[in-house]
């Protein structure tokens, strides 16, 4: 069973920076997609960035330019560099692993972090 657990959320001046560390204890199949998550008050989840094991990725429009995803396949960890950030980036980030289309498995969610962007 796959456990991803985030950290590195916290308050942050808008302008400023943050990294985001997610780590899975167990293996994560090279077939699996890894991506970023946010969710505010009263808004549905939506998807940050995503990368695959070849390291491929995808990043909402709203972010593009401002956030970085990596991924390192041999540690089983994703990060997400977020740079520049606005109050609108305020939301509980969620890390995910999810296999890619065309394969079936089980999908993991972590437990989320908070991320506060305020002056």
């Known amino acids: 069973q796959v456990q991803l657990v985030e950290s590195g959320g916290g308050l942050v001046q808008p302008g400023g920076s943050l990294r985001l560390a997610c780590a899975a204890s167990?293996?994560?199949?090279?077939?699996?997609?890894m991506g970023w998550y946010r969710q505010a008050p009263g808004k549905q989840r939506e998807l940050v960035a995503g990368?695959?094991?070849?390291?491929?990725?995808n990043y909402a429009d709203s972010v593009k330019g401002r956030f970085t995803i990596s991924r390192d396949n041999a540690k089983n960890t994703v990060d997400l560099q977020m740079n520049s950030l606005k109050l609108e980036d305020t939301a509980v980030y969620y890390c995910?692993?999810?296999?890619?289309?065309?394969?079936?498995?089980?999908?993991?969610w972590g437990q989320g972090t908070q991320v506060t962007v305020a002056s």
């Open positions: 995910n692993a999810r296999p890619n289309k065309g394969y079936s498995g089980s999908e993991f």
């Open positions: 167990g293996r994560i199949f090279s077939f699996y997609v």
């Open positions: 990368i695959t094991s070849g390291l491929n990725t």
